[in-house]
């Protein structure tokens, strides 16, 4: 197993460096749906539970190594990160 992160970071969120406004646009996103009105009525919905949802329907989900560079090249930039899942394209 890798260790990803240090003892010392003070933004870590469920092992995610990222800005605090990139965690709002990501919990935007998943509040967006539909669906997730459904899971409000069984509980509280916080932001390590949808980015664990968030995970799992990753690891579930097949990708090609040609999209998987692709998502890594943007999830590097916080901002074009941001861009994307408001909406933007995945280049």
């Known amino acids: 197993m890798f260790t990803t992160s240090k003892d010392q970071n003070s933004q870590a969120i469920l092992g995610v460096n990222t800005s605090y406004d990139s965690m709002l646009a990501i919990e ?3 509040l967006s749906n539909p669906m997730m009105n459904e899971l409000k009525e069984i509980g509280k919905l916080t932001k390590t539970t949808l980015c664990k949802m968030a995970l799992m ?7 090609s190594s040609r999209k998987l560079k692709r998502l890594f090249n943007a999830a590097r930039d916080d901002d074009k990160f941001r861009a994307i899942i408001q909406g933007g394209q995945l280049e």
Do not use: Q
Not at 57 to 63: A, D, H, K, L, Y
């Open 28 to 30: 935007a996103l998943i």
């Open 57 to 63: 329907e990753f690891i579930s989900t097949p990708v």
